[in-house]
């Protein structure tokens, strides 16, 4: 019942979060346009940061900030290439990432091929959303807290581990990532650029979240950060070569990720311990198992906290026993 309950202000503490953060005043926010690498760019202003690659064939995108953002994030888009936008990828299901899916869908346009423009009079009207299907699943839910319009919902998904593309002279890997951050999470991988925006599954700026309500865990989000440790070739050492977009914060390179690998490994371990000695949440708690990284990560205020942090990760180790 204590584990539902915690589960329950965990869901009602991110929707409020979403809330909140739709009902701000987004007149002052800024964006801004910073090069990552080869063709691709990242924006950043409120909310989940934006990955653009542009190039002959149009804009791509990954995550969407806020709906009152559109305009923005379109006139940031207009420095970098006069393009239509044509892809859409969301890495998760939040509303600071995909809060802007409608109107930036409608500033695009599909490719199309064959007789399809002719025969289909809208078939080329928006752009192109690309998710997972858990993504479909939660926005086109009659009710919850992820339902949204149907214009925002993803119009192509996947099931599998993969789903590839092929823009701008690049392939583009649209990698699942189980059980993590979310269900739904993804990851996408830039393959010519050499750059690799994460999502949420890596941040600069927060502990790992893990949505539990969401099939998030911690066994499955260290997973993720090895997969992208994996991916990353580094020039020398741990510096530059493959460049890393994170949900939230800085550019990024393989050093950043390894850090924040290891932090979540350390964590987990630790409140592994407790959990095989029968500690209580309470005593876990008052062990303080996160103080030397809480400097950097950690917050007593505002949607995510290090005690939700800490709750999160001794449900799902708890969960994962049984």
Request: hydrophobic content about 40%; overall charge negative.
């Amino acid at each position: 019942m204590k584990f539902r309950l915690l589960s329950m202000a965990l869901t009602i503490a991110l929707a409020g979060f979403a809330h909140a953060q739709q009902a701000q005043d987004f007149s002052k926010v800024e964006i801004h346009v910073l090069p990552a690498q080869g063709q691709v760019y990242m924006l950043v202003g409120q909310g989940g940061n934006i990955t653009v690659q542009a190039g002959k064939d149009g804009v791509f995108l990954v995550d969407t900030m806020y709906a009152p953002l559109s305009d923005k994030i379109v006139a940031a888009i207009r420095t970098i290439s006069k393009g239509p936008i044509r892809y859409i990828v969301d890495t998760h299901v939040h509303g600071d990432h995909t809060g802007g899916n409608e109107p930036l869908r409608k500033a695009g346009s599909t490719i199309t091929g064959g007789n399809v423009s002719a025969d289909i009079k809208d078939s080329a009207e928006g752009a192109q959303i690309i998710a997972h299907q858990n993504i479909l699943n939660r926005m086109s839910a009659t009710k919850g807290p992820d339902a949204a319009k149907s214009a925002a919902w993803p119009t192509d998904t996947f099931v599998g581990d993969e789903k590839d593309v092929f823009f701008n002279d690049e392939g583009i890997q649209v990698i699942h990532i189980p059980a993590a951050h979310t269900d739904g999470d993804a990851i996408v991988f830039f393959r010519k650029s050499d750059v690799i925006s994460t999502g949420d599954l890596f941040t600069t700026t927060m502990y790992p979240l893990i949505d539990l309500d969401r099939g998030g865990s911690i066994q499955g989000f260290i997973a993720g950060l090895q997969k992208i440790v994996d991916m990353i070739i580094p020039v020398y050492g741990q510096e530059g070569g493959t460049m890393v977009i994170p949900g939230h914060g800085r550019l990024c390179d393989l050093g950043d990720v390894i850090e924040y690998r290891e932090m979540a490994i350390i964590i987990r371990d630790r409140i592994q311990d407790m959990v095989s000695k029968g500690m209580t949440i309470e005593q876990v708690k008052a062990s303080k198992p996160t103080l030397d990284y809480d400097p950097l990560y950690g917050s007593t205020t505002g949607f995510w906290t290090t005690d939700k942090f800490v709750e999160a990760v001794y449900k799902s180790l708890k969960d994962n026993k049984k």
